[in-house]
């Protein structure tokens, strides 16, 4: 139910496209999904975060952080559908109220612990075999964001793809289609 989702946003808000709460709320309810994230982009319309992965030197990286939004070259399939990645960050993220309870509720909340409270529910979904979801149909534009650079399209598509091979021998699905 919707009530049971609990939508954090951590940053002044300039703007959300239409599909917002609706689609955050929808991906949270999802029985396999930990927490959900969508698409982070600055007045410029450069992206600001789209979820963590793992490179292979076993840093955490955007892959699509400084790209101009919407993404039209090559690389759109990529971030064209609902996606699993390794971690978020605490600009924005919805979670399930059963999720929350169990890093320690409302309590645990504040704004100045936002990165530590999205860090623990990222945790807690890995632990538990659960999704942390990052998708492109909600998307939120900031105020003030902090300068974007650009990423290193080879890091790109090795830390894609290592993931996704990852996640496809894991979770036994396709690595070309999340659902």
Not at 9 to 25: M, R
Request: contains cysteine; charged residues 20%.
């Amino acid at each position: 139910m919707r009530e049971d989702v609990f939508l954090f946003i951590n940053s002044p808000l300039e703007a959300v496209n239409h599909h917002f709460i609706d689609e955050l709320v929808s991906q949270a309810m999802r029985t396999e999904c930990g927490i959900v994230t969508g698409i982070s982009i600055n007045v410029e319309h450069r992206i600001i975060h789209s979820g963590l992965l793992m490179t292979s030197t076993g840093e955490l990286a955007d892959s699509f952080a400084g790209r101009e939004f919407p993404i039209q070259d090559y690389t759109a399939k990529l971030f064209a559908g609902t996606r699993n990645v390794h971690s978020i960050n605490e600009y924005f993220f919805a979670v399930r109220r059963e999720h929350l309870a169990a890093v320690g509720g409302l309590a645990a909340c504040s704004a100045s612990h936002m990165a530590r409270l999205a860090g623990k529910l990222c945790n807690h979904a890995r632990e538990h075999g659960l999704r942390i979801l990052v998708t492109p149909y909600a998307v939120a534009t900031f105020e003030s964001a902090p300068p974007v650079a650009a990423v290193d399209e080879a890091d790109v598509w090795q830390c894609v793809s290592k993931f996704w091979l990852k996640t496809a021998i894991t979770k036994g699905k396709t690595p070309h289609r999340e659902s």
